[in-house]
């Protein structure tokens, strides 16, 4: 998911959609066949049902991982305040590919930019070389990460 707005149509979920996805976000591999199984549909229909939700933008299937352990020692939060509008800040900033995480604030910060470096001499280069270089950034403040407490997608559709 690329964008996700509030201005942006909410997707009607019934409850066997809201259980499809809370099945995915306990193990992503379930066959679709296990998913049937467990909300009473035929195994195409699960399918059917999931690609509506990839191509409707309200689900997404990936591989999670925790940064420090495939080569990535150094994550941050970067908070990013801008001048004028923020959103092509915004726009800029997601294109840089170490950039996993864009947010549009309200407070002290006009956006939010979580990192994924290889080290500390990576970030520096990042922060100063590119995010610092997009126009429209006034001034921005690092908090790196000392360790990944917690990191969870499983909290299902309430």
């Not at 699960?46 to 020692?73: H, W």
């Not at 910060?109 to 080290?119: A, I, Q, R």
């Amino acid at each position: 998911m690329t964008e996700s707005t509030r201005t942006t149509p909410r997707a009607a979920l019934d409850d066997t959609s809201k259980a499809i996805i809370r099945l995915l976000q306990q193990d992503g591999r379930a066959p679709y066949a296990t998913i049937a199984r467990e909300v009473g549909l035929s195994e195409a229909a699960v399918r059917q049902r999931v690609q509506r939700l990839l191509e409707s933008e309200v689900l997404q299937i990936v591989a999670v991982t925790d940064p420090a352990q495939v080569g990535f020692e150094r994550q941050a939060l970067i908070g990013v305040s801008t001048t004028g509008d923020s959103q092509p800040v915004a726009d800029r900033l997601s294109e840089i590919e170490e950039i996993s995480y864009v947010v549009t604030t309200a407070g002290r910060y006009d956006l939010l930019v979580e990192v994924v470096c290889e080290d500390d001499d990576h970030l520096l280069e990042l922060l100063q070389r590119r995010v610092r270089a997009v126009p429209g950034v006034h001034t921005t403040e690092t908090f790196t990460y000392l360790r990944l407490n917690k990191q969870r997608y499983d909290w299902g559709t309430r």
